[in-house]
């Protein structure tokens, strides 16, 4: 699926991270920092961020631990990124809006990929297919932990639990494996220390954002 033209004004920008990492507050606290300065964002999340993909959304992070077979679930997740980009993500890129995601392909990478042990050769054709060459253009990676992590989690209240009742382990390699790729493209993520306080995060992030994009 082609991208349309992207304003030169835009951004996109994610969060990623293991279970707990506080990706949604500092999504909101950026937000805030943005709306200050002038600069119209809106705040979307994967799996989700348009009608349709939502209601997939139910389907994946709800229900029994084996609900899907790994292969389908990665299919899901593809299927909601179809319609979050075409719906949200790149109307919003097109208006000259920034984009702020809670959680973007990177996930599917790993949760899919490193966790459950999908082939990356099968997600990145996928991703070619559905999302072709557009890429975030900044990606935090929150990085604390897992049983810190899950913990805070799992003092949530709700139903959206499937992903964290899944094993020790499977977070321990969700979190390695997110480390490893922003080893590998440190151009394009950066890793977050998620144990500091959520002040000092924020500061942190709106540090990097005001460099790297020149915001005022």
Do not use: C
Not at 174 to 200: C, H, M, Q, T, W
């Amino acid at each position: 699926m082609a991208k349309k033209n992207i304003a030169p004004t835009s951004k996109f920008i994610t969060f990623e991270g293991g279970e707990g990492a506080g990706k949604s507050t500092q999504i909101a606290l950026l937000e805030s920092f943005l709306r200050d300065r002038g600069v119209n964002s809106i705040v979307t999340r994967e799996p989700g961020g348009s009608p349709n993909a939502e209601l997939i959304r139910t389907l994946l992070v709800s229900g029994a631990s084996n609900r899907w077979e790994p292969e389908a679930e990665v299919l899901l997740h593809f299927a909601a990124r179809h319609v979050h980009l075409k719906n949200t993500i790149w109307p919003a890129l097109e208006r000259g809006s920034w984009v702020l995601s809670d959680r973007f392909a990177d996930s599917t990478m790993v949760y899919q990929g490193d966790g459950l042990g999908v082939s990356k050769a099968t997600i990145e054709f996928l991703y070619r297919f559905v999302v072709g060459d557009f890429v975030p253009d900044l990606t935090f990676i929150l990085d604390l932990p897992v049983n810190i992590g899950l913990a805070r989690a799992r003092a949530r209240s709700g139903d959206e639990d499937r992903y964290e009742s899944l094993d020790y382990a499977f977070h321990e390699r969700v979190r390695n494996g997110f480390l490893s790729i922003a080893e590998a493209a440190p151009s394009r993520y950066v890793i977050i220390d998620g144990e500091k306080g959520i002040d000092e995060v924020n500061e942190m992030i709106e540090n990097l954002i005001v460099q790297r994009f020149d915001v005022e």
